[in-house]
């Protein structure tokens, strides 16, 4: 294994306060119907309130905080056809600086036109023939952007890690916190914060069914590519765990839990219902892994990151109808 | 005018006395999105977050605190198939009293199982051959119970207008306060509340367009009653104003506004993608207005009570499909 620049908690608590003003403080809601179906203390950092929508601007906002000025000047260059897109074009937007996003040609254009709406410029790539990491090298090499990863990079993990931090300052210690694993980015952060802040705090990762590359990768003991998965979890359906991240979590992570997209639909359901919150499918997973009852934590305290809610009214219809 | 009992703001505040720590002190939220449409600071109070997913817990628990230790020994009674019901029956568990709450035999299996869930009894009746009034009378006489009114009462009243005392206390005065209008009972204690401690509030009434009793009443001086109002939303389809309610709003409302059910979806799919909550039609009636734009208010500072949650997601995707 190589070595790799991994955050530390210092470098979460230095992201909070780039953070400070900036992000939502997100709230921890609880309900009582959903610990009685759990038989445990369950409570929800409800990251769906982030600004975008979605946890991801936290470690992009904080990415982008870190680059200096002339860096700022070139601007910076993301790919993305999901909640990162717009993480990095408002971080951009509230840094002055000028943010170009790759997505896909067959990109829901709500997605694009909320990009747009921060004033980033679009580039369209056919996903089938063109290579987006091959794309956005060219365009950091010609015209001298700032690459900001999605996820395999210290400052955007320890971006994501102060969602975990706030959590634990507003909810205290718990025994398990269950995390949603895409790239791993989210969960490093988290892993870092709760395991430094109380050693004892067990996390799981919730992975869709279909896409259990951290699952395969911690069994194997090295990173795993499964095939590109098909679940409607779209901010989870990446094929393999990234390098910083995997090397982070293989070491802070307890264990893994799969879910099914019917197991998802279920959780969105109880969300709405209950809840009366939206979630997008990805973030729903750890509340589906709970109500399902695979995982029987009898009387824990329970931390669940819930980490977006973008899914557009129409298509929540679709997905439960 | 006959004189009717009308509460104080000093009963609005031993009302918020009694729920402290059994209703839930519900979040004020905003959205930049929704104050770049509108033009203005809008401040939303989520009583969808309110226990039984709406502020009706409020009154009825005020209420229900209010009666004496026999009076509970007897029961309570209340009629209604919405929100007010799961109101009383959570109250009474509460309270450690019986519950009896007639229901219509159309309602929807959902919101009897919902009072149920609570341990309340269900009484159905046909609602096109029974007097559910005279129904509940004879109930009271025989048994013994104490009626709890879904509104025109000073103890319901004073219990819901520790909502709008609570946001006030949390987001400081506003220009404009947008209030749904049913039987009234809401908005009779968020006028007491508003203009008792910040005179100058001007407290605007929000109806659906085909039940817009109160605004033919203040308009004729004197309670008009309308058919039955056809709208989706339901918790609003009254067809007078109540006798307290009305007396207490003639002096103290500034005006109504009315939304038609289209402008209602539309609000109800705004909250779901732009905020990612949960609102049911009653509720979503103040941010109707606003997104009409047909009551410019530019740059003012405007509070909305978001009354209510409790729609499934199965009628949500049947209302918005």
């Given amino acids: 294994m190589e070595a790799v620049a991994k955050p530390s908690l210092d470098d979460i608590r230095a992201a909070a306060e780039r953070l400070a003003g900036k992000a939502h403080r997100t709230p921890v809601l609880t309900s009582r119907t959903l610990d009685e179906r759990v038989g445990a203390q369950v409570l929800l950092k409800c990251e769906n309130f982030q600004r975008i929508g979605a946890f991801k601007f936290r470690g992009a906002y904080n990415a982008l905080s870190r680059l200096s000025a002339e860096q700022l000047t070139h601007g910076v260059c993301a790919y993305s056809s999901g909640n990162h897109a717009q993480a990095v074009a408002l971080s951009a937007a509230l840094l002055g600086c000028k943010a170009t996003i790759l997505m896909p040609e067959d990109a829901p254009e709500s997605k694009v036109e909320a990009v747009l709406g921060y004033d980033a410029q679009v580039i369209r790539f056919d996903r089938y023939t063109a290579d987006r990491t091959a794309l956005a090298g060219e365009l950091a090499v010609q015209r001298g952007f700032s690459i900001i990863p999605p996820y395999d990079h210290p400052d955007i993990i320890a971006g994501q ?28 952060g988290s892993a870092i914060a709760a395991t430094s ?14 896409g259990n590359d951290h699952q395969q990768s911690f069994a194997a003991g090295e990173r795993v590519s499964v095939p590109v998965p098909h679940t409607i979890a779209d901010g989870l359906a990446v094929s393999t765990p990234g390098e910083i991240t995997f090397a982070i979590n293989q070491k802070l992570v307890a264990g893994t839990i799969t879910v099914t997209d019917d197991e998802i639909r279920a959780a969105m359901r109880f969300l709405f219902d209950r809840m009366k919150i939206v979630v997008e499918p990805s ?30 009214a129409d298509r929540f219809c679709a997905l439960l109808g």
Same sequence: chains 1, 2.
Avoid: Q
């Fill in 161 to 188: 890690g102060t969602a975990t931090l706030e959590f634990l300052e507003d909810a205290g210690a718990v025994d398990v916190m269950l995390v949603p694993m895409g790239g791993g980015g989210l969960m490093a």
């Fill in 283 to 312: 973030g729903a997973v750890g509340v589906a892994a709970l109500l399902t009852g695979r995982m029987p934590l009898p009387g824990k305290r329970i931390g669940v990151l819930v980490s977006g809610g973008n899914v557009s």
């Fill in 197 to 210: 802040l109380y050693p004892g705090t067990a996390m799981i990762g919730v992975e869709p069914e279909a």
